[in-house]
């Protein structure tokens, strides 16, 4: 099958965006507001739902916005690629819109109706990273979800909230504008169009090993949403936000539409075997290799969840990357896989931050003890969203990370096996002391009980994502299918 | 109305407008209201047949007085100037919609002054756009100048100081362009351009020539307020009423860009430009990168709207020289398409602070806590004013950074390619402030919400319609260079 021209992919991008004009008319009514939520939720799951099967079969959906500059229109393009990560971040947003709902409204939260219109936003935004078709188009929504995210982020209003968000636009902002865009614009200078291509659009431009390693340098830093040190600092900050913001878009959208955009370029603009002849891999490796210890490491300090959670995203992501600066064809396919294995297992883990937050009222791991006695499904969900990202069996994250080791020794570079398999005790080290904490350690003397499970809202969505995560070690292979169609390897 | 005289139409419009304005606009403002918007609407619909005119017949000529050329002034339209002609109509239109509120309230009374001065403005700048003679050019140049020092001069507080020192930087700028005129009259002996362009090349670059081609850059970059020849803007421009700004803002220094265009390589050529003196070409660029630093750096010291903005003109006047030095197509291309991008985006974000200034007195910004709040939709014009000063796509301004930058990249001025990704962070961080101030501040203890108290519906109408045209301009940019700014560009170049 071949590629259609058709208005689906701008309908499923613009569905949420168009949405957000009722949510801001039915300010005064809030069930009729989170209607319209819901309602552009499930329309852009079935959109992107019906594309699927002819992106299965080899083929994929375009359409042209408008012709901006010679060679580079604005165009979407439905591939494996962009499939792959519409799919999560659709299904996704579905959950964190239930999820919302019950979270707002349990803390009597303010400002929701901006809440929820710039959420609307901010997921058309991330659809449009998905779905563009050149390099143009992709950087265009990857701004769009920065601006969007921002009045999220700066949501609580106060002093913190405002230099958190001062602090994520000056990283989001000034790393795109000051790294990606000139990066941009050399590779356009270079190859006369930004269309992503299998095997890279620089491929067989004739560009120098002194410009590409550059430009690997500008683009690893240059989509700073992927969070590679030392521009990482905005993840932690924006914990402030509200926790639906930090499980969905700083566990999922935000982040992995930095870690997509970067594994678009080393895929299809810059080419892996441009990348391997000139043997930059080892830039990408080693940066990430560094940023996913330290933040390790530093997870390991922090004694508010949220944070803790935010530090492992940040080692998490790099897994990613680090997967794709392998080179080689599993190292790939697990990075990718990562993106989705890691979307599931780290929401679920924000999801119970957010109703531990809800419902007893606490922030910091260390006043957790007992608690899962209190709130069993809670910490059961939080306990399966830990194993998964520690890369336990049998949970989703096994594959992928098991998927990256394979890639490791295929390329022989054992140092990143030892580096893989070190990470993973850290992981393991961050994440298994707070669940023996809520359910071994005894209650502190003289608490009040009462303490409840969060409200259904909040519940379903939890146990939702919790049971994908283990499904998806059992049913991934149309995730691998995407993956391997992106890298144009088998299907 | 011919083909060939339509356009000497669009520019006396305004000018015979502006002595009814004086003469039956004493006692009713309404009368000047209908006067002004009546002549401007004409001249923009009639620009728009003009440039319908130029893409079916190319250049149009015609000889004023039936003098012919080259003895005669020549008023001549390309697809470069059909494109100003547009500019600086819509743009006058606009601007005067919103400039009628704001003048009746800063100015009650006088508005017959303030209009008959703004119409022979535009009419000037018309002028400017059309004349084929290096003399002429200088008539009107002195035209807009003395009718901007009128109408800076009727602001508050220390204006007419302001005006006073824009009359000697004015002044001295109009000396080094008439004496660099002189220079070419005396080698070439006409004062037509066309006729220069033909002569010049035929006597060769000698020390005269060169000399007159310096003095005429100064002189005009003191009227574009090039850094470091702008110390006369901000103040000018911020003390002015808010109704001059809104006008001189947006035009005033991108039509001296454009002069400066027009007679680089419609008088001079670009051989002669470019490559008989190389260090004077990439130090152009280089002064351009110390202007966009500067000024940028200097926006950020500022609290109050009006006077960030000047600065941000500084700088993107900046832009469009260097651009223009570049010495290539895409830097000639990003530096006219930015021409365009600049004026609107500069009228939005001015059109934005006239309906804030009408409504709270002033925009220092202290006072625009809870703004958005108040003025919802002034404020979400005036974002999408602020991201297209940034850069951000699918805004008009990201397209012709775009060009600039990748005219940067190709002429390997990395200094220049710097210095436009570093204002473009500065003005983040300028927009955000205010962002942040506006939006995200709240009184701990204040539950309340701030009543909506917008600006009349007459303020907000060309707001919106400037706000729009940035995003619907970004999203054409390809056809509007392609079928257009391309055409405009010097042949052979």
Known sequence: ?491 | MSVSNLHMYVMSAPLLTAFFVNLFGRKSPAVVAVLTLGSLAFSSLASLAVMGNVMVHGRISYVAGNWAAPYGIELVVDHLSAVMLILISVVALLASVSALKSVGQELPGREYQFFALYLILIAGLMGLVLTGDAFNLYVMLEITSITSYGLIAMGKGRAPLASFNYVIMGSVGACFYLLGVAYLYLMTGTLNMADMAQILPTIGGGAAVATALGFILVGLWVKMAFFPLHGWLPNAYSLAPTGAGLIAAPLVTKVTVYLMVRLMFWVFSSDYLFFTHPMVQSGIVWAATAGIICASALALAQRDLKRMLTYIIVAEVGYMVGGVWLANKTGLTGAVLHIVNDALMTLCLFLAVAAIVYKLGSGEFDKLQGIYRKMPITMAAFTVGAFSMIGVPPTAGFFSKWYLILGGIEAGHWEYVIALLFSSLVNAVLFFRIIEIGYFYKDEHDHGHEQRDEAPVLMQAPLVVCAVALIVIGLGSGPLVESIIKLALPAGF
């Open chain 1, 1 to 491: 099958m071949s590629v259609q021209s058709s208005i689906w992919p701008l309908v499923a991008v613009l569905v949420s965006l168009l949405a957000a004009i009722p949510i801001m008319l039915s300010d005064r009514t809030p069930n009729l507001r989170e209607s319209w939520t819901l309602l552009a939720a499930l329309v852009k799951v079935g959109i992107v739902l019906t594309l699927l099967p002819a992106v299965l079969a080899g083929g994929g959906w375009e359409f042209t916005i408008a012709e901006v500059i010679p060679g580079v229109p604005l165009q979407l393009r439905v591939d494996a690629m962009g499939m792959f990560f519409a799919l999560i971040a659709s299904i996704l947003w579905f959950f964190t819109s239930l999820y919302s709902i019950g979270y707002m409204r349990s803390l009597n939260e303010h400002a929701q109706t901006r809440y929820f219109a710039s959420f609307a936003v901010a997921i058309s935004a991330t659809l449009g990273v998905a779905f563009a078709g050149n390099l143009l188009t992709m950087y265009l929504f990857y701004e769009m979800l920065s601006l969007s995210t921002y009045p999220l982020v700066t949501h609580e209003q106060n002093a913190e909230a405002r230099k958190s968000g001062r602090k994520y636009l000056t990283y989001i902002l000034g790393t795109s504008i000051g790294l990606a865009l000139p990066a941009m614009l050399i590779v356009y200078n270079l190859a006369g169009n930004l269309d992503f291509t299998v095997g890279g659009v620089l491929a067989g431009s004739g560009v120098t090993p002194q410009t590409l390693a550059l430009l690997v340098v500008l683009f690893l830093f240059g989509f700073a949403k992927a969070g590679i040190m030392p521009f990482h600092g905005w993840l932690p900050a924006a914990m402030v936000a509200p926790t639906p913001v930090s499980s969905f878009l700083h566990g999922v959208a935000v982040v992995k539409a930095g870690v997509f955009s970067i594994l678009r370029v080393i895929f299809h603009i810059l080419g892996p075997e441009t990348l391997q002849a000139a043997d930059l891999g080892a830039i990408i490796t080693t940066l990430a290799s560094v940023t996913l210890l330290v933040a390790s490491l530093v997870a390991l300090t922090q004694d508010n969840l949220k944070r803790r959670l935010a530090y492992s995203t940040i080692g998490q992501l790099s897994y990613m990357v680090l997967g794709a600066g392998m080179l080689t064809a599993a190292g790939m396919t697990g990075g990718m896989l990562h993106i989705a294995m890691h979307a599931f297992g780290k929401i679920t883990l924000f999801f119970c931050a957010g109703a531990i937050y809800v419902a007893a009222g606490k922030k910091y791991i260390s006043q957790m003890d007992g608690l899962g006695r209190q709130m069993p499904i809670t910490f059961v969900a939080f306990f399966l969203g830990s194993l998964s990202i520690i890369g336990l069996p049998p949970l989703g994250g096994f594959i992928s990370k098991w998927t990256l080791l394979v890639g490791a020794v295929e390329g022989e570079q054992l140092i990143l096996v030892l580096v893989l398999l070190g990470s993973s005790l850290l992981n393991a080290a961050y994440f298994l002391p707070i669940v023996y904490r809520a359910f071994i350690n005894p209650p502190p003397e003289g608490t009040v009980n009462g303490i409840k499970e969060a409200p259904i809202y909040c519940l379903g969505p939890i146990c939702v994502t919790a049971a994908a995560s283990l499904a998806l070690f059992f049913f991934n292979g149309v995730f691998l299918q995407l993956a391997q169609q992106a890298l144009g390897l088998g299907g």
